[in-house]
């Protein structure tokens, strides 16, 4: 998938400046696609030399100008033919399982040290999901959400979101408590 369908979904909440988008990716589609503010705002003036999207400049004042982009009718074709293919099967690429998977023979504590940290960070994760969540439900249970909702799209990847940092810490609990017995059966 390339970070342009990543953008064009973004877009689906509405206008939004480069910096908007760059700090609203980290809520809406950090949980499946990840990007630079550099990659962001490059991939933002291809699409639009490419028609996908448009710009329209709002003057301030004591600051610079900033450009607000929307979808395009393209753009919105375009993300009618992406999400009309099939997706490549998705694939693990973690640096931190092949530093678990080579911990017998290497610096057990220092893996010890990464999964802990990586632990933190799912659970800060999973808190500002769960942030996420309960201003989107606004009060209402999920139901009365789901059937009421303009957009279901953004509260489906939030849950797939969760589901993932809620895993990330069930394995990074139970990986550090076998590390940890190992630790104690091998002094």
């Known amino acids: 998938m390339a970070l342009r369908n990543a953008v064009l979904a973004a877009l689906l909440e509405g206008e939004a400046s480069g910096y908007d988008l760059a700090k609203g990716f980290d809520a ?3 949980n499946f696609w990840m990007a630079t503010p550099q990659q962001l ?4 003036d291809r699409m639009e030399s490419g028609g996908l999207i448009e710009a329209r400049v709002v003057q301030q004042e004591r600051r610079p100008n900033k450009r607000l982009f929307s979808l395009t009718d393209a753009g919105y074709a375009a993300l009618r033919s992406f999400t009309a293919e099939p997706p490549r099967p998705s694939a693990i690429r ?8 080579a911990v017998d023979a290497g610096d057990a504590e220092a893996v010890r040290a990464s ?3 990586r632990l933190e960070w799912a659970r800060a994760k999973l808190a500002r999901y769960d942030r996420l969540r309960t201003r989107l439900l606004d009060g209402r249970t999920e139901d009365d959400f789901l059937a009421g909702a303009e957009r279901v799209g953004p509260y489906l990847t939030l849950m797939r979101g969760r589901a ?5 810490i069930r394995w990074a609990e139970r990986a550090l408590a076998v590390l940890e017995r190992r630790a104690h059966h091998f002094t």
Not at 94 to 101: A, H, I, R, S
């Open 28 to 30: 809406s589609v950090a």
């Open 41 to 44: 705002y490059r991939e933002l």
């Open 94 to 101: 973690d640096e931190l399982l092949v530093k678990v998977q």
């Open 115 to 117: 999964i802990a940290e």
């Open 164 to 168: 993932f940092e809620q895993e990330n």
